[in-house]
């Protein structure tokens, strides 16, 4: 039972307890809770993190995308029975870098951890994990970690190593290593299940629940093979996008479905570790559609869209299993009795590309790639089927969590707490502009540096690389799948200088350097590559 059923005299000595960590936190540095949210909740809840990696908003049916690309029951569920945000943004899109600014509530500049290639998390740093598990909660994470330092903050922990692959995956647990056999999120799944299972019942909880899935290559489960029947999907508008209107950054990328995916993307050769049941299942299925892709000699526009609906067939078919995790995960907590006493979250670490603009991947400011999905379900605290578009990030969510559980907010967090928002009071302060850097660059994409300012019209954009250093502003009211900059437009001559301004100050209140480290972009790039704006 959580701790918020537990006798007088534990709460009390939990209320003290909370109180003499504020005072001795504050003397290091921190901040006790911030005043918009003075009010603390009745209980400390239990949290639950789901936690998917490249999860686009546009494969969750409650968001409602046009194409319907799939179902979604068990998460749609959160949305339903909580709060469904529409804008929520990352400040660095990609998956190692969003999982350091999750746990630290720092942007990457601050905590030390800027891109996929030779980034490694300092473990010795605060993090919201560390926090909660010195305010009387019991910790957990499970699955995908990708920080390559071991965790720390966490009484438990079982973690794939580096990304981790999708049939009978090894992990580290504890720091040793072992073999799982199974399918990846089924196996991730079943670890949360049974720690919840033997967890000390006198605590609150936070648990940690991290898919591969749905990441590239894309392997769906053996028995979800086959699951769209062979559907032809509707396609984006852009998915033949020429990229005229912009500059040379989106003319020269390499992250398309017609030029970048590989025979191993796209299924023409089988995957490591399978067992002779499951290749016998998997070439059952793959064998006969790629011998009629072979004979049919695709080219041009119609070899595209062969590539476009077997990547959606495969990606999501990887989330068939992640919805049916989440399905499993909030049974257990309405049959133990859980469910009111649990704050649960879903989301992703940063939005993805399902064909728009051609692409696939990440990394971009644009919409898709920026803009990740979040659900989140308190009983008693979030008003059900509530929707949500203010500005909010990942780099909340530390302070979300710290909030909500009475604990102390470290005052150099860069974020805001959500509490007030999940309560239907929005601060009359809240952010109207949010700050956006990118920084891995040449390898794996070619996607140039940038960063830039958001708002909820408009996206300034500063590209940073030696060979380009230019600007672009798209204004989504009028141009909502971010086709045409008009940076140049004399129309939009005080826009540009406002939003300048704006970026300046931010960049000034998050203490970016003029000059991120060399080590930041994972590979040879001169140093002149990024400059303050002007």
Same mark, same amino acid.
């Not at 990740?372 to 509530?386: A, C, D, F, S």
């Given at each position: 039972?959580?701790?918020?059923?537990?006798?007088?005299?534990?709460?009390?000595?939990?209320?003290?307890?909370?109180?003499?960590?504020?005072?001795?936190?504050?003397?290091?540095?921190?901040?006790?809770?911030?005043?918009?949210?003075?009010?603390?909740?009745?209980?400390?809840?239990?949290?639950?993190?789901?936690?998917?990696? *490249?999860?686009?908003?546009?494969?969750?049916?409650?968001?409602?995308?046009?194409?319907?690309?799939?179902?979604?029951?068990?998460?749609?569920?959160?949305?339903?029975?909580?709060?469904?945000?529409?804008?929520?943004?990352?400040?660095?899109?990609?998956?190692?870098?969003?999982?350091?600014?999750?746990?630290?509530?720092?942007? $990457? !500049?601050?905590?030390?951890?800027?891109?996929? $290639?030779?980034?490694?998390?300092?473990?010795?740093?605060?993090?919201?994990?560390?926090?909660?598990?010195?305010?009387?909660?019991?910790?957990?994470?499970?699955?995908?970690?990708?920080?390559?330092?071991?965790?720390?903050?966490?009484?438990?922990?079982?973690?794939?190593?580096?990304?981790? &692959?999708?049939?009978?995956?090894?992990?580290? @647990?504890?720091?040793?290593?072992?073999?799982?056999?199974?399918?990846?999120?089924?196996?991730?799944? =079943?670890?949360?299940?049974?720690?919840?299972?033997?967890?000390?019942?006198?605590?609150?909880?936070?648990?940690?629940?991290?898919?591969?899935?749905?990441?590239?290559?894309?392997?769906?489960?053996?028995?979800?093979?086959?699951?769209?029947?062979?559907?032809?999907?509707?396609?984006?508008?852009? +998915?033949?996008?020429?990229?005229?209107?912009?500059?040379?950054?989106?003319?020269?990328? /390499?992250?398309?479905?017609?030029?970048?995916?590989?025979?191993?993307?796209?299924?023409?050769?089988?995957?490591?570790?399978?067992?002779?049941?499951?290749?016998?299942?998997?070439?059952?299925?793959?064998?006969?559609?790629?011998?009629?892709?072979?004979?049919?000699?695709?080219?041009?526009?119609?070899?595209?869209?062969?590539?476009?609906?077997?990547?959606? !067939? *495969?990606?999501?078919?990887?989330?068939?299993?992640?919805?049916?995790? &989440?399905?499993?995960? +909030?049974?257990?907590?309405?049959?133990?009795?859980?469910?009111? =006493?649990?704050?649960?979250?879903?989301?992703? =670490?940063?939005?993805?590309? +399902?064909?728009? !603009?051609?692409?696939?991947?990440?990394?971009?400011?644009?919409?898709?790639?920026? @803009?990740?999905?979040?659900?989140?379900?308190?009983?008693?605290?979030?008003?059900?089927?509530?929707?949500?578009? !203010?500005?909010?990030?990942?780099?909340?969510?530390?302070?979300?969590?710290? =909030?909500?559980?009475?604990?102390?907010?470290?005052? *150099?967090?860069?974020?805001?707490?959500?509490?007030?928002?999940?309560?239907?009071?929005?601060?009359?302060?809240?952010?109207?502009?949010?700050?956006?850097?990118?920084?891995?660059?040449?390898?794996?994409?070619?996607?140039?540096?940038?960063?830039?300012?958001?708002?909820?019209?408009?996206? +300034?954009?500063?590209?940073?690389?030696?060979?380009?250093? $230019?600007?672009?502003?798209? /204004?989504?009211?009028?141009?909502?799948?971010?086709?045409? $900059?008009?940076?140049?437009?004399?129309?939009?001559?005080?826009?540009? /200088?406002?939003?300048?301004?704006?970026?300046? @100050?931010?960049?000034?209140?998050?203490?970016?350097?003029?000059?991120?480290?060399?080590?930041?972009?994972?590979?040879?790039?001169?140093?002149?590559?990024?400059?303050?704006?002007?």
């Amino acid at each position: 039972m959580a701790v918020s059923r537990g006798c007088a005299r534990r709460q009390a000595f939990l209320i003290v307890g909370r109180a003499f960590a504020v005072v001795i936190l504050g003397l290091a540095g921190a901040r006790a809770p911030q005043a918009a949210c003075a009010a603390e909740p009745a209980r400390r809840p239990n949290i639950v993190l789901i936690y998917s990696d *490249d999860h686009a908003y546009q494969a969750i049916s409650a968001y409602g995308d046009p194409r319907r690309l799939v179902e979604t029951p068990h998460i749609d569920r959160l949305s339903r029975e909580g709060m469904r945000f529409d804008r929520c943004l990352v400040p660095n899109s990609i998956c190692g870098p969003c999982r350091a600014i999750v746990l630290t509530g720092k942007y $990457s !500049h601050i905590n030390g951890f800027y891109n996929n $290639s030779n980034s490694r998390f300092d473990g010795s740093q605060p993090t919201f994990p560390k926090i909660l598990r010195q305010a009387g909660y019991q910790t957990a994470i499970f699955g995908k970690w990708h920080l390559v330092s071991p965790p720390t903050g966490f009484d438990s922990w079982c973690i794939l190593p580096g990304q981790g &692959v999708y049939y009978h995956p090894p992990m580290i @647990r504890q720091g040793q290593r072992e073999q799982l056999t199974g399918y990846v999120t089924d196996r991730i799944t =079943d670890l949360a299940l049974d720690w919840l299972k033997s967890r000390d019942k006198s605590k609150p909880f936070l648990l940690m629940c991290q898919h591969k899935a749905p990441h590239r290559e894309w392997l769906p489960a053996i028995r979800h093979l086959g699951h769209d029947k062979d559907r032809v999907y509707p396609e984006p508008a852009t +998915l033949f996008d020429d990229y005229s209107g912009r500059g040379k950054a989106e003319h020269d990328q /390499d992250m398309t479905i017609a030029r970048t995916m590989t025979a191993k993307d796209l299924k023409f050769t089988e995957p490591e570790g399978l067992t002779p049941e499951e290749r016998k299942a998997w070439d059952a299925y793959y064998g006969p559609r790629n011998q009629a892709f072979k004979a049919a000699n695709l080219t041009g526009a119609d070899l595209v869209r062969f590539k476009y609906n077997r990547y959606l !067939h *495969d990606y999501l078919g990887c989330i068939k299993a992640v919805d049916e995790s &989440v399905g499993r995960l +909030l049974d257990y907590l309405d049959a133990e009795q859980l469910a009111n =006493d649990t704050l649960v979250i879903y989301t992703s =670490d940063q939005g993805f590309y +399902l064909g728009e !603009h051609g692409w696939f991947d990440k990394r971009w400011i644009f919409e898709e790639s920026l @803009r990740t999905p979040l659900l989140m379900r308190w009983p008693g605290v979030i008003q059900p089927g509530r929707v949500d578009d !203010h500005l909010v990030s990942n780099v909340d969510f530390a302070e979300t969590f710290l =909030d909500a559980a009475g604990a102390p907010i470290p005052a *150099d967090m860069q974020g805001r707490s959500l509490l007030p928002i999940l309560k239907g009071k929005t601060p009359a302060d809240w952010r109207s502009s949010f700050y956006y850097q990118y920084y891995e660059y040449p390898a794996p994409h070619h996607v140039r540096p940038h960063y830039g300012v958001v708002t909820d019209r408009y996206k +300034l954009v500063r590209f940073a690389a030696p060979d380009d250093n $230019s600007w672009e502003l798209f /204004d989504r009211k009028t141009d909502p799948h971010e086709l045409r $900059s008009v940076y140049n437009e004399p129309a939009y001559a005080q826009t540009r /200088d406002e939003l300048k301004h704006e970026l300046a @100050r931010l960049r000034e209140v998050l203490h970016v350097p003029a000059e991120p480290p060399e080590s930041a972009y994972g590979g040879p790039v001169r140093k002149q590559a990024v400059k303050p704006s002007r």
